[in-house]
């Protein structure tokens, strides 16, 4: 049973960092791909950043050069350092994954089966 868990939100000021990470059970990092998404009240989930097996990453144009996706295949973990937040990086942050061999980490949400809880991150200015 895949199980996908997000800790690492919190509030902060515009212009600070947060750390988010995704610890997963039950899947393999040999193949496949895992992404970070976030979703505000009323808005459709987005894709944030993306990272298959091999390193290769995507990222939405909003959080390119701020936001770094990483993972630790020993530890299955998944990373998502975000600075330079702003106000509208405000949202419900959520791990997904997904398995198989991709040549880039799709950024939309239908691409992945599993899914964590989430965690909030809250930026004001």
């Known amino acids: 049973q895949v199980q996908l868990v997000e800790s690492g939100g919190g509030s902060v000021q515009a212009g600070g960092s947060l750390r988010l990470s995704c610890a997963a059970s039950?899947?393999?990092?040999?193949?496949?791909?895992m992404a970070w998404f976030r979703q505000t009240p009323g808005k459709e989930r987005e894709g944030v950043a993306g990272?298959?097996?091999?390193?290769?990453?995507s990222y939405a144009d909003s959080v390119k050069g701020r936001f770094t996706i990483s993972q630790d295949n020993v530890k299955n973990t998944l990373y998502l350092q975000m600075n330079s937040l702003k106000p509208e990086d405000s949202a419900m942050y959520y791990c997904a994954a997904r398995g198989g061999t991709l040549w880039t980490a799709p950024l939309t949400e239908t691409w992945y089966p599993y899914w964590g809880q989430g965690t909030q991150v809250t930026v004001s200015s």
């Open positions: 039950g899947i393999t990092y040999s193949t496949g791909a």
């Open positions: 990272i298959v097996s091999e390193g290769r990453t």
